[in-house]
């Protein structure tokens, strides 16, 4: 089946990023039936809350990778929330002129904080995904900066014109999925931590197979398990299609069949 990975990071703490380790990712995921991945950016390189030269610095290395797979990689713009509005429109702006698809939010703040709001403004003017970073953190200290499903799910529905990625349905379980039925602005990835029986069947049964993304989280998964993880569920052909492909093509605006 064809496939579009919504969720990666090509290069991770400065590893692979390098023409030949790219070309060598590019050829192995092609090998796969995978014609197009997300790249979210070394978000982590900088440590949690990067400023915004270092925002600049991640962002740029994801143009160098776009660069060097024009045709295979699809950029995501890192923000810091907590940078305020000027400073993220302005990085924004210049990620959208080098081709940038989305903005990728990782562990700056919870997605309930109030410096929230001019960032989903800008995204909303803008017309693209903001994919959140969700885990389940419930009842823990990390909850401060990590944003739990309830969270990622109170975000799109505050923000109703916003399409919001929630990552990371291996992380939010059963709970997050129940929590993110009747949000239409809202779809969930698939990436991250072994397969759990019936996870996928769940989330489509409760939230329809056009709200579900194909994601692998790399380098810290393995390909061939992640799109397991889909091809292996027991649902439709026409859902493992939408999933895998014609849903982040949808949510992209990509061109083509």
């Known amino acids: ?16 990023f390098t023409k030949a380790a790219i070309d060598k990712l590019a050829k192995y995921s ?26 600049k610095s991640i962002n740029d290395t994801t143009k160098q990778v776009m660069k060097w797979q024009p045709n295979f990689i699809i950029g995501f713009c890192c923000l810091n929330p907590n940078l305020g509005e000027k400073v993220m429109r302005k990085e924004l702006d210049r990620c959208l002129e080098m081709g940038f698809k989305g903005i990728k939010l990782e562990i700056t703040n919870n997605s309930r904080d109030a410096v929230m709001k001019p960032l989903m403004k ?14 389940d953190t419930k009842g823990q200290a990390m ?9 990622t799910c109170l975000l799109a529905h505050r923000f109703p014109n916003v399409k919001v990625i929630m990552a990371h349905l291996f992380g939010i379980g059963g709970r997050g999925i129940l929590e993110a039925k009747g949000l239409s602005n809202l779809w969930v990835d698939t990436s991250s931590c072994l397969p759990f029986d019936g996870l996928v069947e769940t989330a489509v049964d409760l939230l329809g197979e056009d709200r579900i993304l194909y994601g692998s989280d790399i ?3 393995e390909l061939g398990q992640c799109i397991g993880r889909v091809t292996g569920a027991d649902i439709s052909t026409d859902a493992k299609k939408k ?5 982040a093509k949808n949510l992209l605006g990509l061109k083509g069949n």
């Not at 064809?2 to 290069?11: A, E, F, G, L």
């Not at 803008?126 to 970073?133: C, E, T, W, Y």
């Not at 999933?243 to 849903?247: G, P």
């Open 1 to 16: 089946m064809r496939i579009i990975d919504i969720h990666t990071h090509s290069v991770f703490f400065t590893k692979g």
């Open 243 to 247: 999933i895998l492909y014609t849903n």
């Open 30 to 55: 092609k090998s796969l039936g995978i014609e197009k991945m997300v790249n979210l950016g070394d978000v982590l390189v900088h440590g949690p809350t990067p400023n915004a030269a270092q925002c």
């Open 219 to 221: 380098p810290i998964r």
């Open 122 to 135: 800008i995204a909303e003017e803008a017309n693209i995904p903001v994919l959140q970073h969700t885990w």
């Open 143 to 151: 909850r401060k900066s990590h944003s739990d499903s309830s969270d």
